[in-house]
T-cell receptor, first 108, second 112 residues
Framework: KNEVEQSPQNLTAQEGEFITINCSYSVGISALHWLQQHPGGGIVSLFMLSSGKKKHGRLIATINIQEKHSSLHITASHPRDSAVYICAVVVSGSRLTFGEGTQLTVNP | EAQVTQNPRYLITVTGKKLTVTCSQNMNHEYMSWYRQDPGLGLRQIYYSMNVEVTDKGDVPEGYKVSRKEKRNFPLILESPSPNQTSLYFC???????????FGPGTRLLVL
Protein backbone atom coordinates (compact mmCIF):
# COMPACT_ATOMS: atom_id res chain seq x y z
CA LYS A 1 0.00 0.00 0.00
CA ASN A 2 1.33 3.43 -0.94
CA GLU A 3 2.01 5.91 1.82
CA VAL A 4 0.01 8.49 -0.11
CA GLU A 5 -3.27 7.59 -1.78
CA GLN A 6 -5.23 9.92 -4.03
CA SER A 7 -8.81 9.57 -5.21
CA PRO A 8 -10.21 9.52 -7.71
CA GLN A 9 -7.48 8.52 -10.18
CA ASN A 10 -9.45 10.01 -13.05
CA LEU A 11 -12.18 12.62 -12.96
CA THR A 12 -14.25 14.08 -15.77
CA ALA A 13 -16.43 17.11 -15.09
CA GLN A 14 -18.54 19.62 -16.95
CA GLU A 15 -17.52 23.23 -16.96
CA GLY A 16 -18.85 25.00 -13.89
CA GLU A 17 -18.96 21.94 -11.64
CA PHE A 18 -17.49 21.86 -8.13
CA ILE A 19 -14.60 19.39 -7.97
CA THR A 20 -13.00 17.61 -5.03
CA ILE A 21 -9.80 15.59 -5.11
CA ASN A 22 -8.81 13.67 -2.01
CA CYS A 23 -5.46 12.71 -0.54
CA SER A 24 -4.95 10.30 2.35
CA TYR A 25 -1.61 9.44 3.88
CA SER A 26 -0.46 6.87 6.39
CA VAL A 27 2.68 8.47 7.84
CA GLY A 28 3.42 11.39 10.11
CA ILE A 29 4.08 14.52 8.10
CA SER A 30 5.26 18.06 8.65
CA ALA A 31 3.50 19.51 5.61
CA LEU A 32 1.56 18.62 2.48
CA HIS A 33 1.81 20.03 -1.02
CA TRP A 34 -0.71 20.16 -3.82
CA LEU A 35 0.85 20.36 -7.27
CA GLN A 36 -0.57 20.81 -10.75
CA GLN A 37 1.02 19.18 -13.77
CA HIS A 38 0.02 20.72 -17.08
CA PRO A 39 -0.58 18.63 -20.21
CA GLY A 40 2.82 19.81 -21.46
CA GLY A 41 4.48 18.28 -18.40
CA GLY A 42 5.38 21.35 -16.35
CA ILE A 43 4.69 21.20 -12.60
CA VAL A 44 3.45 24.13 -10.57
CA SER A 45 3.00 24.29 -6.82
CA LEU A 46 -0.56 25.24 -5.83
CA PHE A 47 -0.49 25.02 -2.03
CA MET A 48 1.67 24.08 0.90
CA LEU A 49 -0.34 23.21 4.02
CA SER A 50 0.60 22.28 7.53
CA SER A 51 -2.83 22.90 9.06
CA GLY A 52 -6.26 24.29 8.32
CA LYS A 53 -7.29 25.72 4.99
CA LYS A 54 -5.90 27.88 2.21
CA LYS A 55 -7.65 29.58 -0.69
CA HIS A 56 -6.30 30.98 -3.93
CA GLY A 57 -8.80 32.16 -6.48
CA ARG A 58 -11.11 29.25 -7.28
CA LEU A 59 -8.90 26.73 -5.52
CA ILE A 60 -9.28 25.71 -1.89
CA ALA A 61 -7.12 23.23 -0.02
CA THR A 62 -7.83 21.78 3.40
CA ILE A 63 -5.95 19.42 5.66
CA ASN A 64 -6.97 17.42 8.72
CA ILE A 65 -3.78 16.30 10.44
CA GLN A 66 -5.59 14.02 12.93
CA GLU A 67 -7.41 12.17 10.16
CA LYS A 68 -4.36 12.21 7.83
CA HIS A 69 -6.43 13.60 5.00
CA SER A 70 -6.38 16.57 2.65
CA SER A 71 -8.74 17.77 -0.03
CA LEU A 72 -8.33 20.06 -3.02
CA HIS A 73 -11.49 21.79 -4.20
CA ILE A 74 -11.99 23.63 -7.46
CA THR A 75 -15.04 25.86 -7.65
CA ALA A 76 -16.65 26.80 -10.98
CA SER A 77 -14.34 24.47 -12.91
CA HIS A 78 -13.09 25.50 -16.34
CA PRO A 79 -11.51 23.56 -19.20
CA ARG A 80 -8.17 25.24 -18.43
CA ASP A 81 -8.23 23.42 -15.07
CA SER A 82 -7.69 20.15 -16.97
CA ALA A 83 -4.41 18.77 -15.63
CA VAL A 84 -2.97 16.18 -13.30
CA TYR A 85 -3.21 17.15 -9.62
CA ILE A 86 -0.60 15.63 -7.33
CA CYS A 87 -0.51 15.42 -3.56
CA ALA A 88 2.91 15.23 -1.89
CA VAL A 89 3.68 14.85 1.80
CA VAL A 90 6.81 16.03 3.59
CA VAL A 91 7.84 13.06 5.67
CA SER A 92 10.94 14.61 7.23
CA GLY A 93 13.23 17.46 6.36
CA SER A 94 13.16 17.64 2.60
CA ARG A 95 11.93 14.07 2.02
CA LEU A 96 8.81 14.15 -0.15
CA THR A 97 6.51 11.25 -0.98
CA PHE A 98 3.99 11.64 -3.76
CA GLY A 99 0.58 10.31 -4.65
CA GLU A 100 0.11 8.97 -8.15
CA GLY A 101 -1.95 11.92 -9.20
CA THR A 102 -5.52 12.61 -10.30
CA GLN A 103 -6.16 13.24 -13.98
CA LEU A 104 -8.84 15.93 -14.24
CA THR A 105 -10.64 16.66 -17.49
CA VAL A 106 -13.13 19.52 -17.60
CA ASN A 107 -15.32 19.55 -20.68
CA PRO A 108 -16.88 22.76 -22.05
CA GLU B 1 12.45 36.09 -13.57
CA ALA B 2 12.61 33.50 -10.78
CA GLN B 3 13.18 30.13 -12.33
CA VAL B 4 14.72 26.68 -12.23
CA THR B 5 16.43 25.63 -15.43
CA GLN B 6 17.42 22.16 -16.54
CA ASN B 7 19.60 21.03 -19.42
CA PRO B 8 19.26 19.21 -21.63
CA ARG B 9 15.49 19.02 -22.00
CA TYR B 10 15.65 15.89 -24.10
CA LEU B 11 18.39 13.30 -24.26
CA ILE B 12 18.80 9.98 -26.01
CA THR B 13 21.83 7.98 -24.97
CA VAL B 14 23.14 4.42 -24.86
CA THR B 15 23.69 2.10 -21.94
CA GLY B 16 26.86 2.85 -20.02
CA LYS B 17 27.63 6.28 -21.43
CA LYS B 18 28.04 8.71 -18.53
CA LEU B 19 25.80 11.74 -18.59
CA THR B 20 25.03 14.79 -16.49
CA VAL B 21 21.77 16.69 -16.28
CA THR B 22 22.29 20.19 -15.00
CA CYS B 23 19.94 22.11 -12.72
CA SER B 24 20.27 25.76 -11.78
CA GLN B 25 18.09 28.13 -9.75
CA ASN B 26 18.28 31.90 -9.43
CA MET B 27 16.24 32.32 -6.23
CA ASN B 28 19.06 31.75 -3.72
CA HIS B 29 17.21 28.71 -2.40
CA GLU B 30 18.99 26.44 0.05
CA TYR B 31 16.99 23.31 -0.72
CA MET B 32 17.14 21.45 -4.04
CA SER B 33 15.88 18.05 -5.12
CA TRP B 34 15.82 15.65 -8.03
CA TYR B 35 12.77 13.56 -8.91
CA ARG B 36 11.91 11.06 -11.56
CA GLN B 37 8.44 10.48 -12.93
CA ASP B 38 7.32 7.18 -14.42
CA PRO B 39 3.88 6.06 -15.62
CA GLY B 40 2.01 4.23 -12.88
CA LEU B 41 4.62 5.12 -10.27
CA GLY B 42 4.25 8.88 -10.12
CA LEU B 43 7.01 11.15 -8.89
CA ARG B 44 9.76 9.72 -6.72
CA GLN B 45 12.57 11.59 -5.01
CA ILE B 46 16.10 10.62 -6.05
CA TYR B 47 18.32 12.94 -4.00
CA TYR B 48 17.96 16.19 -2.15
CA SER B 49 20.30 18.83 -0.82
CA MET B 50 19.85 21.10 2.18
CA ASN B 51 22.77 23.38 1.36
CA VAL B 52 26.17 23.50 -0.29
CA GLU B 53 28.02 20.20 0.25
CA VAL B 54 25.00 18.70 2.10
CA THR B 55 23.08 16.02 0.24
CA ASP B 56 21.01 12.99 1.16
CA LYS B 57 19.29 10.08 -0.51
CA GLY B 58 15.65 10.05 -1.44
CA ASP B 59 13.58 6.98 -2.21
CA VAL B 60 15.34 5.85 -5.41
CA PRO B 61 19.03 6.91 -5.32
CA GLU B 62 20.52 3.77 -6.89
CA GLY B 63 22.43 4.51 -10.08
CA TYR B 64 22.57 8.26 -9.50
CA LYS B 65 25.04 10.71 -8.03
CA VAL B 66 24.66 14.37 -7.15
CA SER B 67 26.89 17.19 -6.03
CA ARG B 68 26.22 20.63 -4.58
CA LYS B 69 29.36 22.70 -4.88
CA GLU B 70 27.52 25.96 -5.42
CA LYS B 71 24.21 27.07 -3.99
CA ARG B 72 22.58 27.65 -7.35
CA ASN B 73 23.58 24.38 -9.07
CA PHE B 74 22.61 20.78 -8.36
CA PRO B 75 23.66 18.45 -11.19
CA LEU B 76 22.40 14.88 -11.50
CA ILE B 77 25.01 12.39 -12.69
CA LEU B 78 24.33 9.00 -14.20
CA GLU B 79 27.71 7.26 -14.21
CA SER B 80 26.55 4.21 -16.19
CA PRO B 81 23.00 4.71 -17.42
CA SER B 82 20.76 1.69 -17.92
CA PRO B 83 17.43 1.37 -19.76
CA ASN B 84 15.53 1.34 -16.45
CA GLN B 85 16.65 4.93 -15.95
CA THR B 86 14.59 6.01 -18.94
CA SER B 87 12.28 8.52 -17.35
CA LEU B 88 11.17 12.13 -17.01
CA TYR B 89 13.39 13.96 -14.54
CA PHE B 90 12.53 17.10 -12.59
CA CYS B 91 14.71 19.34 -10.51
CA UNK B 92 13.11 21.55 -7.86
CA UNK B 93 14.18 24.12 -5.32
CA UNK B 94 12.64 25.68 -2.23
CA UNK B 95 13.58 28.32 0.31
CA UNK B 96 12.71 26.14 3.31
CA UNK B 97 12.83 22.41 4.00
CA UNK B 98 9.10 22.03 3.37
CA UNK B 99 8.53 25.29 1.55
CA UNK B 100 6.90 25.85 -1.79
CA UNK B 101 8.63 23.78 -4.44
CA UNK B 102 9.68 25.46 -7.69
CA PHE B 103 10.10 22.91 -10.46
CA GLY B 104 12.28 22.96 -13.51
CA PRO B 105 10.74 22.17 -16.93
CA GLY B 106 11.82 18.54 -16.89
CA THR B 107 14.36 16.43 -18.80
CA ARG B 108 13.10 13.51 -20.83
CA LEU B 109 15.79 10.80 -20.92
CA LEU B 110 15.80 7.71 -23.10
CA VAL B 111 18.51 5.11 -22.48
CA LEU B 112 18.86 2.57 -25.27
Amino acid sequence: KNEVEQSPQNLTAQEGEFITINCSYSVGISALHWLQQHPGGGIVSLFMLSSGKKKHGRLIATINIQEKHSSLHITASHPRDSAVYICAVVVSGSRLTFGEGTQLTVNP
Amino acid sequence: EAQVTQNPRYLITVTGKKLTVTCSQNMNHEYMSWYRQDPGLGLRQIYYSMNVEVTDKGDVPEGYKVSRKEKRNFPLILESPSPNQTSLYFCASSAASYGTQYFGPGTRLLVL
